[in-house]
């Protein structure tokens, strides 16, 4: 194990360092892998996939490449990460690095072994997607028959060894009527604020749109999230927080910030997951100079004065995104209806009418 007082030391001083650095994102993540152990009906990720992936010593390459650069933390995600044979080679070598490591996974491939190697040297957490909480609906959406056992069994041995775990699902029409006792599952077994719920399901990567037939209607959306008070709360806060909006006065098509990234399992580094066009060859060029060619290139898309989100008050309020336009209608300055009509219910709901010059935006809206 890391020396705790040592690894103490070693986060100051790369906080000191940050502080002086340029130009680099604090976080991003590295998909290990594409391949996955189960068959999710929602997954945005090609079916069809190269075969070769970034070798062991290729992944350690860019990982020294971005803690040089200055990243602190960064997430392991794929597919399914724990495929990956050397997977713990990659995940020991970040964590001795310094780096904070974050790991999404089914947790359908973590046995009491496997388990044990991550207490040994923990990670910053395990987010674990948890979509179902009976074998029935569970299994529906993976398609993988003997895969809610599995799951079940490794969050017992991860509370167990005092892992910091985290569930997480995403509400479709499978599992609509389960997301509430998914939730009450996450707080028994895990304790308060260790749930997270990610409401709307997204086109595949491809373009396809398979994944958008088991997506939940706005009225579903609402219920759920309304009739519970803890994520009522927790999304008020998140809906009505104010918002930098010095992008949007600018014009910028992005809206976020552009300021984490996404390398795939070939090494290409995106910031959008959405959007591989720009995307660079991380190897080629390295991290930072990658980074910024991303950057720059997805910076200089503008809004048209006349489009829609550019004069609508609820642009900050709302899901839709160019990565997310792009993937639905084959355009990064396509509109996406649901996202529209989503945003304004949630006003709506919200009594954001009631909010200074929230009026004006609804009248933008429309």
Known sequence: MIDSSKERRLILERLESKL????????GGIELTYRCN???KHCYIPRKIPSRELSTGEIIRVIDDIYESGVFSIYFTGGEPFLREDFFDIYTHARKRGLFVTVFTNATLITHEIASRLADLPPQGIEVTVNGISQRVYEEVTGVEGSFRKVMDALEVMKK???????KANGMTINRHEVHA??????????EGRFKYDAVICSGLDGSKAPL????SVNDII?????????????KKLFLRPEDDSRHRAGRLFQCSLNTFQITPYGHLRICPYISKGSQDVLKRGFRESFRMVYEYLDSFTRPADSKCRNCGLVHKCLQCPGRAFVETGSMYGNVDFFCELAKRHADELKLLEMPRAEEALENYQ
């Not at 060894?161 to 569930?167: A, D, E, N, S």
């Not at 219920?223 to 999304?235: C, G, P, T, V």
């Open 38 to 40: 189960l068959k999710c």
């Open 213 to 216: 037939s088991y997506r939940l």
């Open 223 to 235: 219920d759920i999230q309304y009739s519970d008070a803890d994520m009522l709360s927790k999304f």
């Open 20 to 27: 002086w650095s340029v130009a680099v994102p604090l976080n």
């Open 182 to 191: 998914i939730k009450r599952f996450s707080e028994e077994l895990l304790g």
């Open 161 to 167: 060894m005092k892992l910091p775990v985290l569930i």
